[in-house]
C-alpha cells in the first residue's frame, strides 16, 4: 500500500498516511507571542484541521506525544487539553520537557490517528 503524502517541503512533510494510518509532523503555534493556553488551542486546532483533511478526528487518536519547554505550563496545557480531548476516546499520550527549536515555542504536539 502506498504511502501518501501532504503538505510536502524539503524537510518534512506535515501528513503522511499509510494504510489507514495517519502521521502528523510536530505542529506548533504559529503565534509564538501567546501563552501556553493559546499556543495549545492553537496547536489542537491545526490537528483538528489536519486529521479532517484526510478523513479522521480526534476521537481516533491513537497515540499522542506532547512536548512542552518547561513543565510550569503542565497544568494550563492540560486545561486546554481537557476541553479539546473528545472523551472515552482519550489516547495513549506521554508528555515531556524539551527544549523546542523555537524558543518562544511553549507547545509542540505529534499525533497519530486512524482513519475513519
Known sequence: MAV???YVDKRLSEIAVHNGTVYLAGQIAED?????TGQTREVLGHIDRLLGEVNSDKAHLLSVQIYIADMEHFAGMNAVWDEWVAQGNTPPRATVEAKLANPKCLVEIVVVAAQR
Do not use: L
Open 4 to 6: 501518501i503524502r501532504h
Open 32 to 36: 509564538a507571542d501567546q501563552d501556553i
